[in-house]
């Protein structure tokens, strides 16, 4: 195998991390949707530590790698349009999914420090886990990223 082949495998496997992140996000929000229990949003922190590893991994992996790719491949290059979507994309995506972690993590640390002072419920904690800002943020962040694997598997413009 020559390097370009596991620069490839590396950002693949970046890019499948980012997609089980997005999903294991997108049960947690479904399995958490309008709970007002700040003992089972405490419940998933560990999940969703996880995922957020997963996030970080693939988002470095995937602009890294890709963008090694892009410039040591010959039929692609950096300038190429569906290489500069994918950049874009990755920008967006990062961003939308920052602001929607943000918010459900405050979110979380509130309900974990709820739950320790032992405050079953919380009205907060209901809003967040329906259609609020996070739950458009994370909506985004993942048509962002669906984006980004038509764009890679297609390459408009190549």
């Given amino acids: 195998m020559s390097l370009n082949d596991w620069i490839l495998a590396l950002h693949l496997l970046a890019a499948f991390s980012l997609v089980a ?18 003992e089972r949003v405490t419940s998933f922190m560990t999940i969703s530590r996880v995922a957020t590893v997963l996030v970080i991994v693939g988002s ?22 569906w290489v500069i979507a994918a ?10 999914g920052q602001q929607a972690g943000n918010i459900y993590g405050n979110v979380a640390m509130e309900a974990e420090r709820l739950a320790k002072a032992g405050t079953p419920t919380s ?22 990223v669906i984006l980004i694997l038509i764009d890679m598997i297609w390459k408009p413009g190549a």
């Fill in 21 to 38: 992140a997005e999903v294991a996000f997108s049960i947690m929000i479904a399995a958490l949707w309008r709970t007002d229990s700040t």
């Fill in 60 to 81: 470095l992996g995937t602009i890294v790698f890709g963008v090694w790719l892009a410039i040591s491949k010959d039929p692609y290059n950096l300038w190429d349009f």
């Fill in 87 to 96: 950049i874009v994309l990755w920008a967006l995506t990062a961003y939308v």
């Fill in 123 to 144: 009205p907060a904690v209901a809003e967040t886990f329906g259609q609020s800002r996070a739950f458009w943020f994370h909506v985004a962040a993942t048509v962002l």
